[in-house]
């Protein structure tokens, strides 16, 4: 391969690693790799639009005060993810505030933010914040063409079925078609003025298409295994006298409510529990959840000797069943995220090496000698025809 191959083929892998870290983002409801900011509360460090390289708190240390981070908030803007900077440390919480914001988050009425709400850590060299400049303004002004193209079709054709995430299925649907068309009649006239001869090198490598479809897989077995866990809350009140509603438990005692592990998927999965928080325990840690089946464990909520409300917090982190239940705790025990890479490493390379066995490492030409195969892509989308 020479330089300038390799140099574009680099750049276009890098394309695509940027969208579909913002693609994943969106789906799971958290930063993946890349993030962005739509206003201008984290000014002069963070302009409305601007990028920054988002690292999960899963493999950061812990956070500390001047750092940039991603949060769960509850009040902020009606709640969701928010980016500000962590200015104090207390015993209920962290302190944040919006670099240009006069007063702090928790002057404005939100929560002191837990370990439990932080999702991830703005990327920080030399005591800056890394930024990539108009990302998010890029993201923002792809996102309202395409939603603006759905509403000028939806009020063409008068429906609504072309709204949301289902309307954008159709209408890629509808353009496959139409490139399966434009293709089929640019192909034929330029068919008449080519000669049918093609070298060996001409075509799509099956090891670039067998990597694409193992990159697929990897992020469909990721979103299995991180979208159904998370960090669950719950909200408790300390009161001075009992009630029959499970979070409201008389000062200094417990109250033990049923926690559902749910597995929707085929292939069973090891879930395990971590109390995030002060207050909470289970009396089972690790479980082993079959295709379609749901367990359930004992969640007990302590509150504390004083009246209030109160937050708890229960992790749960979830991995596919590939691998001996031993291996599993042993890479747990290290690091939360490292049997996910275990994992997808060994789904994608099995994927690879046994699409080389089958299909070999040869190329897809777009035709034959004699004309008789139709191109690359008319023959997937005859196929889907």
């Known amino acids: 391969m020479s330089p300038r191959r390799a140099l574009s083929l680099g750049i276009e892998l890098l394309a695509v690693a940027l969208v579909v870290s913002l693609i994943a983002g969106q789906v799971l409801g958290y930063p993946v790799l890349l993030s962005y900011v ?3 509360s984290m000014e002069p460090t963070l302009n409305p639009g601007d990028g920054f390289v988002a690292v999960p708190t899963a493999v950061v240390d ?7 981070v991603v949060f769960r908030a509850e009040e902020i803007q009606g709640g969701g993810l928010t980016t500000h900077r962590v200015v104090r440390e207390t015993e209920r919480g962290y302190v944040t505030r919006g670099d240009a914001n006069p007063f702090t988050d928790q002057d404005g009425g939100e929560p002191p933010v837990k370990d439990a709400q932080i999702v991830a850590e703005a990327l920080q060299l030399g005591g800056g914040v890394v930024v990539v400049p108009n990302l998010g303004t890029a993201v923002m002004a792809i996102q309202d063409g395409i939603s603006g193209t759905q509403r000028y079709i939806a009020a063409l054709v008068g429906s609504r079925a072309l709204l949301g995430t289902q309307g954008l299925t159709y209408l890629l649907l509808a353009l496959s078609a139409l490139l399966y068309v434009f293709d089929l009649l640019a192909g034929d006239a330029s068919d008449r003025d080519r000669d049918r001869t093609r070298t060996r090198n001409q075509g799509v490598s099956t090891q670039v298409i067998l990597v694409a479809l193992a990159v697929v897989l990897v992020v469909a077995a990721t979103a299995a295994m991180v979208v159904p866990a998370g960090t669950q809350k719950y909200g408790i009140v300390s009161a001075e006298f009992d009630s029959e509603s499970p979070t409201v438990v008389p000062m200094g005692e417990s109250k033990t409510l049923p926690y559902r592990v749910s597995n929707a998927g085929l292939v069973p999965v090891v879930v395990y529990l971590e109390p995030a928080s002060q207050g909470v325990a289970v009396d089972r840690d690790r479980l ?8 359930t464990v004992e969640l007990t909520l302590s509150a504390p000797d004083r009246t209030g409300y109160y937050r708890r917090f229960l992790t749960e982190h979830r991995y596919l069943a590939v691998l001996p239940t031993p291996v599993v705790d042993a890479l747990y025990r290290v690091h939360p995220w490292l049997p996910i890479a275990v ?6 390379g099995a994927f690879y090496l046994l699409g080389r066995a089958v ?9 034959s000698r004699d004309r008789e195969a139709a191109g690359g892509f008319r ?6 025809y």
């Open 62 to 68: 812990d956070v500390e005060e001047g750092d940039v």
């Open 359 to 367: 299909v070999g490492t040869g190329r897809l030409r777009n035709r």
């Open 379 to 384: 023959a997937i989308v005859r196929r889907l």
């Open 288 to 295: 082993h959840v079959g295709g379609q089946a749901t367990e």
């Open 343 to 348: 994992v997808d490493a060994l789904l994608a």
């Open 38 to 40: 739509e206003t201008g």
